[in-house]
């Protein structure tokens, strides 16, 4: 018992004596101190140190030898801290400043980093998985010969996943809406016709994604429900093209576990339209 008191409170002296230390460097160190105490404290991972003086050495050494690797090591003290919102900004303040600079290549490679980070799940605003991807494309238009090329494309593939995903979500919200907020006899205006568009949408922009079958069910099971939901000037047109979505299903997909729904379908199409 007696050992671990002494444990702790060694620890809380030591720990006393660093937050001390620190306290002083960014208080009445001078500036070629504070440089090497910041380069230190990055070294060890205390990322919060490192930023707090290199944020304001950034300013105090631009324009001298030392200004590409306080602003380079800032962002990446910023992305150690987890802070990536702020780290992306002052990557991208690297390559705007220094585009052929030392380490423009990594700069240029965290801004799609840090996006990527702070980037939401898929049923979230998806801005920064778009400026992720905006980022990892430039990286690799720039440096197509570079060594960190292959996780930049499977960063890619992954977002492009996360987008894919959330217009999935999507359709199949409007599918679950179905004729609430909506009519359902209007071309524009049915929940069913916004699932329709939307997973048609996400089939063009991509289409070999993983998800494709279950898009084109959605697609499918709205244009079914459209056409049991119809009115009688609309209903034989669309009983057809409903038809025609099953038909397109199957040859797709002829083992899908969804087949005999496919089937079913069919089988209502042709009595209602041989009626």
Known sequence: MNKGIITLACAALLLSSCASEFNSVYKY????????????????????QATSLLEELVTIKKGTDEAQECLYMLGMAQYGNMDYDVASETF??????????????????????????????????????????????QFLDLFP???????????????????IQKEYLSAELYYNLGGYFGNINSNEESNYNACIITAQNCLKNYPYCSIREDLMLLIMKAKFELAENSSEEKRMDRYRDAEDECYGFLNEFPESKNAAMAEKFINKCKKVIKD
Request: charged letters at 25%.
């Open 92 to 137: 991208k303040k690297y390559t705007t400043s220094y585009p052929r600079g030392t380490y423009a290549e990594l700069a240029y490679f965290y801004v799609g980093q840090s996006l990527y980070q702070s980037a939401p799940e898929p049923r979230l605003d998806q801005s920064p998985t778009n400026g992720a991807i905006t980022a990892y494309q």
């Open 29 to 48: 160190g001078d500036t070629d101190y504070k440089y090497e105490y910041a380069k230190e404290a990055f070294a060890c991972g205390k990322f919060q």
């Open 145 to 163: 010969e570079s060594p960190l090329r292959p996780q930049a494309q499977a960063r890619l593939y992954e977002l492009h996943d996360k987008l």
